[in-house]
């Protein structure tokens, strides 16, 4: 697998350790972090297992290298740029495991529009954070609602337990951008709103079904 901003190298590490890799191609695009992997990876004996690049996204990762790619910890926008750079990834065979830190949305969004189909989806919690983590192939790809790429059909089918609050947190941050852009004039704030209204009004629904389907199974359940 290439791990793409490895920062520290860990996943990397755990993966070799754990036998769930048999390579790990770990590149960073400063040099502390690279040190920073070369030298854990020597102390926990998986070195020889491991290839260190300082690199911008995939540039030094040759296709057919690595039949997955990580990209975590970054910001959705960052790490749609870096997918759309090494375009041999837009074949079968190939697994993206994303995991945004924010613009989780415009990320999403790229994925449709580039043909990417999220094909599982699921939610972590970080003490107070929750972060998303997708797993992405290649073919059935589609331009995605306002709604969905907020909350990916995947991710809506998953039973994730932290979906609700996940959701709650996203309609309550998107009544804010609303609020906050619903004064705007220009052509640009128009467009602004339409997209993220059409979210919100997207997101209150997907979330009032939750919650009713919710109090219907514990209604059933006390009977
Ligand atoms: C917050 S750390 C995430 C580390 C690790 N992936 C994780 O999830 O714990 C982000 C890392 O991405 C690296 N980075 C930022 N932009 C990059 C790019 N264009 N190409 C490669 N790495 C990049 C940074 O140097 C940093 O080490």
């Not at 740029?81 to 697994?95: D, F, H, N, R, S």
């Not at 949305?105 to 003490?127: K, P």
Request: proline share 3%.
């Amino acid at each position: 697998m290439a791990d793409v901003g490895c920062d520290h190298g860990y996943l990397g590490i755990y993966l070799l350790q754990s036998g769930q890799a048999s390579f790990v191609h770990a590149s960073d695009l400063r040099e502390m972090p690279i040190k920073r992997a070369m030298q854990n990876a020597a102390q926990y004996g998986v070195a020889e297992k491991m290839r260190f690049s300082r690199a911008d996204g995939l540039t030094a990762v040759q296709a057919g290298t690595v039949d997955t790619v990580v990209c975590a910890g970054m910001g959705g926008d960052l790490i749609a740029q870096i997918v759309e750079a090494a375009p041999w990834l837009k074949q079968e065979g190939y697994t993206l495991i994303l995991q945004p830190q924010s613009s989780g949305n415009d990320l999403r969004r790229y994925l449709g529009e580039a043909g990417f189909a999220i094909t599982e989806e699921r939610l972590v919690q970080d003490g107070r954070f929750l972060y998303a983590v997708m797993k992405v192939r290649y073919g059935g790809g589609k331009p995605l609602s306002p709604g969905r790429q907020y909350a990916s059909d995947a991710l809506l089918s998953s039973d994730d337990p932290l979906l609700l609050p996940y959701l709650s947190r996203i309609e309550h941050s998107l009544k804010k951008t609303v609020a906050g852009i619903s004064k705007g004039i220009t052509e640009e704030d128009r467009k602004k709103l339409a997209y993220y209204g059409a979210a919100l009004e997207e997101i209150s629904v997907l979330l009032q079904a939750i919650k009713t389907d919710e109090r219907g199974q514990s209604h059933a359940c006390r009977e």
